[in-house]
């Protein structure tokens, strides 16, 4: 399974939309280099407020493409980027890859996929109802998927631009779904 980087950001400060960059550099155990969520504890404030401890699953931020052309048919004016994310991606079921899933970036970067991201009110603030419209719900009102992209941890730092191909290695074993981190 390959696809392809299609926009890197970050944001040296707590902001909601990251800014598009020519590239990246991803530093094993960290994150983003120069990105506020970069870290080996949890970075998001929500979670500092909690347990500031806590290992930081969420170092890199990953949303495909396809979801801002599907939000699009759906009235929303939304782009790389504007959803916080660090890396912006073509081609790859994303939300459809088990837990522990290495994505191999460019040259010499992997990451490791820990989770979904929960979408949260922020996405509100970006457009009225967003939040809602990446979230599918039963008739129960039951959560069934997330569609706010990906986080992952960097296992090999390097550096990742746009147009670099993404290599998909799946987790030996029974693959276990993604939940959100």
Do not use: W
């Amino acid at each position: 399974m390959t696809g392809i980087v299609e926009a890197v950001h970050r944001s040296a400060e707590y902001t909601f939309s990251k800014a598009k960059t020519d590239s990246i550099r991803l530093i094993e155990g960290l994150g983003v280099e120069g990105d506020v969520h970069s870290g080996t504890t949890v970075r998001h404030r929500s979670r500092v407020a909690i347990d500031p401890t806590q290992p930081n699953l969420r170092q890199v931020h990953l949303i495909h493409s396809e979801l801002h052309g599907q939000l699009g048919e759906q009235g929303f004016a939304v782009g790389p980027g504007q959803m916080g994310e660090n890396i912006t991606t073509r081609g790859i079921d994303i939300l459809g890859l088990p837990t522990g899933a290495v994505l191999h970036l460019g040259a010499t970067a992997a990451i490791r996929v820990t989770g979904l991201r929960n979408p949260c009110g922020q996405l509100n603030g970006l457009q009225a109802g967003l939040m809602k419209a990446c979230i599918t719900q039963d008739g129960a009102g039951n959560v069934t998927e997330r569609r706010a992209g990906v986080m992952a941890v960097v296992v090999s730092g390097g550096e990742v631009r746009p147009g670099d191909a993404i290599v998909v290695e799946l987790p030996g074993g029974s693959a276990e779904p993604l939940r959100p981190v």
